[in-house]
């Protein structure tokens, strides 16, 4: 019987230890990247602009960093399955595009040419790209983007918005309406 409990008491001991020390949110162990909206992210964003990004796309790969440009939609692919990565959107400056992935469900609520201030990931797609079962193998930069930084709040341009993270102020500049500026990286 004292063999018996001395087994039990240690089974014990262990399920304590072993349940202390998982990491779970809000508990012991560091905060653990969640879905959009949800990120925790350490640390600041290394702030590029568009030529030195356009440069030397490479040197900041899988990089934070924070990028300012007027917003600008992009057209939905005209063929389905559609291979690449799924940017929706993107920043114009300095005569280039920055293609940008994420916050989808905001876009409907920004106006075409507004200022915004972006933080994200530098993401490398390396793949097929294009239209259907065949596309061609190819290279595209794109920004994954973690949050919004400016304008904050969206409503103040002027834009109710519900939902997740808000975006920020700063008056609208008209961009052309031709062909949009090359992608960074292409």
Request: some cysteine.
């Amino acid at each position: 019987m004292k063999q018996y409990c001395r087994s039990l008491w240690t089974v014990i001991a262990l399920v304590i230890i072993v349940a202390a020390c998982q990491a779970r949110p809000g508990q012991l162990g560091p905060p653990r990247p969640t879905a959009e909206g949800g990120v925790v992210i350490l640390g600041q964003p290394a702030t590029v602009d568009f030529t030195s990004l356009n440069a030397n796309p490479e040197r900041y790969q899988d990089q934070f960093i924070r990028a300012s440009g007027a917003y600008l939609p992009l057209p939905l692919p005209g063929c389905a399955p559609n291979h690449g990565p799924h940017t929706g959107w993107a920043l114009v400056a300095d005569g280039l595009r920055l293609d940008a992935a994420g916050y989808e469900w905001l876009l409907p609520l920004i106006p075409e040419g507004l200022p915004l201030v972006v933080d994200g990931f530098w993401r490398r797609y390396q793949g097929p790209l294009g239209c259907g079962k065949g596309a061609p193998a190819g290279l595209a930069w794109y920004l994954e983007t973690a949050r919004i930084v400016e304008p904050n709040p969206l409503a103040q341009t002027g834009v109710e918005a519900v939902g997740p993270p808000a975006v920020a102020t700063a008056p609208p500049s008209l961009l052309p309406t031709s062909t949009p500026p090359p992608a960074i990286g292409a």
